[in-house]
Each structure stands twice: as C-alpha cells, then as structure tokens.
C-alpha cells in the first residue's frame, strides 16, 4: 500500500484539486490513474482495518432523478467511508417545483455541503447539462463567498457517461488482467442485447466506448441497424483509440464483435432517436405518446431477439473464455425475463466476478472525492494511514 | 458495570459472532442471557455519558416492508451508537422490482454493510424465509470474497417472531422483578383482545410464548376460536417449559389466563387462517378480495368485544396488580378508538413503565449488533469503558 | 473568536438549559444575543477548520409537515456540525395515523434523541401547539425517567414564527450593518407583495415584526386592506418597540413603507382569516372548498399586483439604496412566474446578499441547540478551540 501510496505523487493530477468529475474523456491518463490508484489504496485500507475517515463533520447532498439501489448505496459507503453524511434531496419534498432556478437551489444545499452527487439520466441533452449547470452554480457561489467551500459534483450518471460504472469496470479489467498495461491489445466486445424493456440509458455504452479506447484496447461497438449512440461519444472513441493506439470498430453484429474477445459487455439500450423523441413526449408530459412509443419500441426490439449473451456465442471468444461483464441488473433468459440479454447458464458462470465488479464502485466515488479535496493526496493518504485509526474499535 | 462485563466472559457465545438474530428459540439461554447483559451494560455507558462507539464508519442498511415508528428509530439509535450510518433501501426507489434476485440485491447493497435490518410481517410463510434468504446471500458473498465483511442480519420482525420486542420486552421483565433468575414461577397471560382493525401480524403473541416459557415461567394463552397461531410456535413453547421447568397451557378465556397472573399482555391479532388468507389476496394484487376480508374478519372480532383488558380483570390479577404490558401503539377505549384492547384507566397506570418497557430496544438492537461483531465480545467492553470517551464532549 | 466567546459568559442565559425554541418573543434580549454570538463562533470555527463537533453519536429528529429544502439542510447540516444523525419521522411510514397520542409518538422517537426539529406552519392554532405538547411530552417523559436525556425541541417554523428564518436574517442584518446595536433607529419595511400562489404562511411577516421591534428598530409593516396577520402578534410588536425605544407602525401602502427605509422584505402571505378557513377545510377534508378558496383567494390577490418591488420603489429607501432581503425562494417577475413579488433586477442587484442571509440559518440551528445543551456553553467553545480537532483532517 506504502509503494502505491508514493506512485500518487508521480502524477500531474493539480487539476483535480476543487473540482469535479463529469465524463472520463474530460480527464487526463494520470488523473484517470490516480482514481484507479487511490480506489485500491482505500479499499486496501479499510480491508486491514485502517479508517480513512477523512472528514469530521460534512455534507455530500445526492439527487437521484431516476431509481437507483446500485450507486445510492456505493454514494452512500463512499461518503460514509470518508466521514460524510448523505443528505438526500428529495425534489417531491423540497419547494423547487416553484421556480426555483437552479444555481438557487444548488446554492441553498451546498452551505456546508463537501459533495454533490447527481444521476439525471432521463432526458437526452438534459443530464450532464443539469450537472454542469449545478457545479458552475456552486463555482460562482463559493467565488461570491456565499459558500465557504467549493462543493466536489460526480456524476452519478447522466445522459452521455456513467463513469462511477465505467470506471468499477476498468478497475475489474485491472485486477483481472494484472495492471492497467495488460489492458493494451485485448479486445472488448461492447454490444446491444435485447431486453423486454425499453428506454434503458445510454451511458454506459457510451461510457464504455469512451473509456476503453483510452488503454490501447482493441474496442468493438455492434448494435442492430438504429441502436446507434450519440455521434460525439463515437468521434471520442475514435480519437481515443488513435491517441492510444488501440482500436475501435464498429462491427455489424454480435457475433462479429465477441469474435476472438478477451472480454465482452452485452447490454440492452434504447435508439439515439428513440430516446430525443421520449425526452420530448417526458417533457410534454404526454402519457399517451409514451405509451405509444413504449409499444413501438418494444416492438422494433422484438428483432432482436438473437442479441443474447449464449454459451455458443461464448465458445467463439477467445479460449472460449472471455470475461463476461454487465453493470447490472442484468435481464437474463428465464430468470428474470423470458428472453433476455443473456443465457442464464453464461451468467451463473460470472455472477461471482461481476459481484466483484460492482463492489468497486464505493472505492471509485471516495477516490473521486478524495483527489479533489486534497491538494497533495498522496501526502495525505500516508498521514491517514500514520494516523491507524481503526474503522472498527 | 465492570461486574456485568466480567459475566459476559463466562457465556458460551462463540457461536453469536458473524451470526444472525432471527428467533430467540433457535438462541440458547446463554446466548439470550448476553443480549440482556450487553443491552444493560451499553445503556448504562450511555447514561453515564461513555460512548459506546464502536465503528469508526460502516452502513446499516434498513428493509421496512411494512410501517414502522418504534422499531425504525430504534434500529436508528442502536446504529448510531455504535457508529454505524442507517441508509434505507427503500424498494420503491431501487430497480429490484424488474426480476433481480435476493442473492443479488442482498449483496449490492452490502460491500461496506456491517448490518442489515428487517421488518416483514406481512405475508405468512415469507417474511422469515425471506430474512433468511438475504442471510444466506451476504454469507455466500462473504465466502465468495465478494463481500470483505459478513454483514448480521436483524429480524425487525417476521412472520413468526418478533425478537427485538420480545427481548425488550423480558428485559422490562428482568427489572421489574429484579433479575432472569427472579422470573421463574411468575404468571404471564399473553392473551388476544378486541381491536377495531384487522390484519395485526401474529409475531407479538408467538414471540412471547415462544421467549417467555424460556425462564421457567407460568405461560398461559387465551384466544377466541378461530384465532389460533402458527402449530410450530405452540410446539416450541410447550418444548420450551418443558425444558426450563415452566408452564404453558392454553386457556379458555381471557379470565382464566388473567387469574392470579403476574403479568398480562392482552393485544390483538389477526386469525392464522385470515393472515394466510390475507397472504394470498396481497400476492394476487386482489382488492376487492382483501377489502370484503377486512370486511368479515372486522365482523368476526366484534363477536369478541368483551375481550378487553379493564379494571375488573386486572382484580382478577395477583395482588389486582399484574404487570401490564403492549409492544405500542395499543387500541384504548376511549382515547384511539370507541372500544379497544384495553380500557383508559388500566393503560393510564402502566403507562411510564409500558414507555420504559419500550425504551429498552434500541439498546437490545445494539446488544445483537455488539454480540455478532466481536469474537471477544467482553475484552471490548472493557476497552471501551476503558478509553473512556465521551458521549457528549 | 475568543473575544467572542468570552462574551458568551456575562450573558445571563441560564434559562437556555434543557429549554426549547419556539418564538423569539419568549426569549430574553441575552437569550437572542447569545444565539447570534454562538452562531458566529461556530461559523468562525468551521471556517477555520475546526470542528465544533460536540456529540459522538445522538440522534436529531426531524418532522416536516410541511415541504423544505433550505430548513431541511440547514437542520441537517447544524446537527451534522456538531456530530448528531437527523432521523425523520415520516408520518406517512409510519403507524401514527393509528390514534397514538402525541405523547407516545413523542417519547418513542427520543430514546436516544437529543434534539427535535419540527415544521408545522399549514393549520392556524395548531403547529404552534403541537410542538409545545411535543415539548411537554418529552420533559414529562424526562421527569418519569422514560427518557435518559431531554430533548430539545427547535421551531422550524410555525404557524405563529419562524424563528430560524428570523434569526439568520437578524444575524445578515447584525453583519451588514456592524453589529446588533447599529440596527437602532434603522427602517426596516415589512411588507406584502403580490404573488401568484396562495396559502403562504404568515410566520415570516410575524416573526420579523416581532423580532426587528426588539432591537430598537423602525419597523414598518404594510400590507393590503383584509391581509392582517395574527393580532396577538401585532400586540407583541408594539410592546416590543415601546420597551425597545423603537417604533412600529402599520402603513397604509408599500410606498409609504419603504420612504426612506433601510432595509426592505417584501413577501406574499395569505390573509389570516383565509388561513383560518383553511385551517377548517384542510382538518375537513374538503378538497372541492379547498378549490374555491384558492380561486377565490387568487382572485383577490390579483387586485394587488400593484404591491410588487420595483426599482421605482427601491428608489424611495435611504441613499435609493434599502438592503433588499427575502426568506427565499422569492416569486420573481418574468423568471419564476409572469408576475411576482419582485422586479428581476431588483433581486439580482440583492442576490448575493440574499444567498448570505440564507447561509447563516445552519449556525443559527446549530446555536439553538448548542446553547439548549451545556450549562456552560461559553466554557464548552474555549474547550473545543483548545481542543482542536479538524474538521477536515
């Protein structure tokens, strides 16, 4: 932990200082690392015992503008594990509705407020919009001396990137294959797989195609014809993967893209052009266009039947054997659906290291969190393990 | 408190740490006897402004499927005494509902849970073995080394047992009557009364000829046909005072139960047969079956309007001045309802000591939670009383 | 700071002790000082990041029935600050509906409370009452040995006073204007203003007329012909200004008001005697007479939009320069509605300001219960300087 512990001053990571965490491709490789690396040295510690309570007293506000058990509970760990206690904003119970505009609102929760922790990830152009519209709102008021501290925004998931999710993943990817530079030339297969559901986010494809191609991977996209993302997360993998020196292909099916895969990541998703229209009928409110969209949608995905994560498609992976990874829930055949994203018998064989996958999640939240409140975290992490306070007496 | 610390070293408890608390007839007497002590000696470092604080952070997580005032704020106190932070899961803003499994979710909100809370008493035959399943789950994800700590798990109440109250309720016992030892041979008539409501779970009444005829005691249960318990909970009982060399008997009518009695708990509940009724109605989503239920079951009661706890029978009791006793919130006539369980006079009485009866969970719960985290559970008190810090600075 | 504190010392405040927080008229003139002085120290302290946290574990309950965000955090981040876990009390999960006495409820949820925060402003006589039965639940409670320790109880708003509102805004003027006794002899106009909405709380109009008539103040309170609030209220502000050496006069229009003022606080609230039919419709249920009311009462207002706060008016106030204040969220013409309380330039012109003012509600809290909970609270803050804990470690 000691040698990890010193690596974090290598970094050129000034920048994170007092500021926030929006999508992985606004952040350099170092800062990138340094999350990875300070994730593995806060789990290292609470694994031995060592508290890394940071924070005496402090605020991390969170609003969830769609359901969440996954990232609430690894919000709240996080910010439990460093000394900060959830105030959740609970928009029905709060006055907002009234008008309220938004740099309001965000300055009225931060007074003594460390953390804000937002998933909006409903309305396409909204989310990430939102969520910098909230850090800027806290900038100014903390600039204005109406804060006496600059609240930390992590986006918890919005409608272009889940990096909490894409960066857990990564961290698996790293811990399974030995370091981050074992990543370079293995091929990852992110693809659509059909679901009985409709209007699943697009983040986390997105975020995927968008983080993966940042290690010299070899990344393969496949989606049926009109799944396609959002072409400014495309153009971003492409540059990626340039810069890397990996790949990025968009392959034309499922079995195309898990050809030869070292990891695969089949997940269900709605159409770029279903999700605008669903972001317009939301706003309108109108019940009756959703519905009809809702029956439409899960109609065309009905074609697709054939997208599902099986033992066959498995067997075409690389050994046979690449890692299956999902951000969970997953909708597996006979399990929780009829037809689903994947056969119940691929799944079983990775529950355990999907688990695992998940259980990064908290690290990466308080590793967001902890780089941007010290300036020297690396200085920091090593007074915090001097300190040896025990997380359990 | 140093004596009663030293008592704790004497018990044969290994087998309460990394355990559970479920029911207290799968405890042994040992085991119960800890819970009293730890629950005494944790209430007494609070008064006496020691802080029993124990987790430098840590989640509980709480499950309440059905409402709950005494026992949510009581698992809130015991947690944030010992340190822990609450963070509901609240199924309504989570994405459990689309088919994930319990094995699932019971380990998604565990990787840093060091307790997890349950109350569900609503469905007959699911409630416990739902407990169980999520037990069985964070055990397997311990195992699995997915979990880096096995999260305790509970009862907040079950279908069949309602430990955290029972155990409240012997320890009000205990010093009222001056010790464990000074309850056998003592009367207690755990007995139905009338209550204008329906569906009240059985885990009250189980519980306490399930605990109670532990000690020696002199249980006897009366009803109004047809409002029988569980078979398996009468078996336990009568095994019980087999063993302990007590009495249970069932009685014809509140009167007989009340004769002579030490203690009486007259409380309401609904018929097994209804509740498993009831059970299959709430699974089909069948209102109009569930509303003429309500409908029959509220008719049948008002058969059993005399069955209230007034003056008259309390001078039926030993010396007219049994110990009255309610787990709370009581239907009193006259004040909650037009005719109820328990005339005013008679709940006015007892009303400081069913308050202070009441008082004694929070403490109990933490008494679970202190028994099952440490394997040396006395040493820790000990430390605890010995770095001395304080509760209030 | 340590001038400060040893200010806190001469202060007769003893009666604070193990006392509540209802209305700032029920307190003494060192009572208010030391709640401003106390604020200002633990405002000092965490901006110097020390930690002032003083409980090591307790909980603070909460019961809004009534929507917040501003109170809501600013309670949570005052019990936060000083080491308390705010538990709410949601009616809605909970099983008071039932007919349980306050008393009950109120004792079952202290246990292991030491504070009560509660909002209850919708019904006229009654939000005021339920916290002082509240109150006296706990304190007989206390007597009876039910509870370890006697909560206190803090108003965050009533229907009568909001005093955590009032005291903030006090505490902006105190800082705006070089200390508590440069406010004498300053106007201050508290005046109705025009809003779209109805059934606004009238405990904003009459807790400022009833706090600024203590400090020697000019207050000026206008508002249109049937918008009267509680006449005891009006009787308190008279005898106030009358013991204070200030002044307090109803005018007849805002124009006259705001001549010559120093500081302004334009606001909507509905007339009392509508408040009162509400009060009857809500307990009634009556949805449809709660309809026609709110048409009519909008009606009515309507024939006030006049009452709005322009720059004209500003441009009547001392030097055209009236330290314009509003509790916040204000109904700002052409961005939060058509037409509103105030004039947009005219809240932007005071927004940071405003925002400041909304920022001192937590160390008011914070100093409410700081000051109920140590016998010697001057004592206490030397002792938490010398300490030194950071707050930030």
């Known amino acids: 932990m000691i040698e990890r512990i010193k690596t974090i001053a290598e970094k050129n990571i000034d920048n994170m200082y007092l500021n926030d965490f929006f999508l992985t491709w606004e952040k350099t490789d170092d800062e990138l690392a340094a999350v990875f690396e300070v994730a593995q040295i806060l789990r290292g510690m609470r694994d031995n015992n060592i508290s890394p309570k940071v924070f005496d007293s402090g605020l991390a506000v969170s609003l969830f503008r769609d359901n969440s058990t996954r990232t609430r509970f690894s919000f709240s760990s996080a910010c439990n594990l460093l000394g900060l206690t959830v105030q959740d904003l609970d928009e029905g119970k709060s006055q907002i509705a009234h008008g309220e505009t938004v740099r309001e609102t965000a300055n009225m929760v931060s007074f003594l407020g460390d953390v804000i922790g937002i998933r909006d990830d409903m309305y396409l152009g909204a989310g990430n919009a939102y969520m910098k519209e909230v850090a800027k709102s806290v900038q100014q008021g903390y600039e204005e001396k109406v804060l006496p501290q600059r609240p930390t925004l992590v986006n918890l998931q919005c409608d272009i990137d889940h990096p909490t999710q894409t960066m857990s993943d990564a961290l698996h990817l790293i811990n399974t294959f030995g370091g981050l530079d074992k990543l370079r030339g293995k091929k990852i297969a992110m693809t659509w797989a059909y679901s009985p559901s409709y209007g699943k986010p697009l983040s986390v494809p997105q975020g995927i195609i968008g983080l993966m191609t940042r290690f010299g ?169 001097n300190r040896g306070t025990k997380r359990i007496f």
């Open 217 to 385: 991977m070899d990344v393969s996209f496949a989606y049926p014809e009109g799944y396609n993302v959002m072409d400014e997360v495309v153009d971003v993998a492409k540059k990626n993967a340039e810069q890397s020196g990996g790949k990025f292909e968009i392959a034309g099916s499922m079995e195309e893209a898990f050809e030869g895969a070292d990891i695969v990541y089949p997940k269900s998703w709605a159409p770029y052009a279903v999700m605008e229209q669903r972001t317009g009928l939301l706003r309108a409110g109108d019940d009756k266009g959703l519905k009809d969209l809702e029956k439409q949608c899960l109609e065309n995905n009905k074609k697709f039947v054939s997208w599902e994560c099986t033992r066959d498609l498995m067997n075409t992976t690389r050994n046979k054997n690449a890692l299956y990874m999902h951000c969970l829930p997953a909708d597996i055949t006979g399990v929780s659906c009829k037809q689903g994203e994947v056969a119940a018998d691929v799944f079983d064989q990775y529950r355990v290291p999907q688990y695992i996958q998940a259980g990064y999640k908290p690290y990466v939240i308080a590793a967001m969190i902890f780089l941007s409140k010290f300036k020297h975290p690396g200085d920091k992490l090593m007074e915090v393990v």
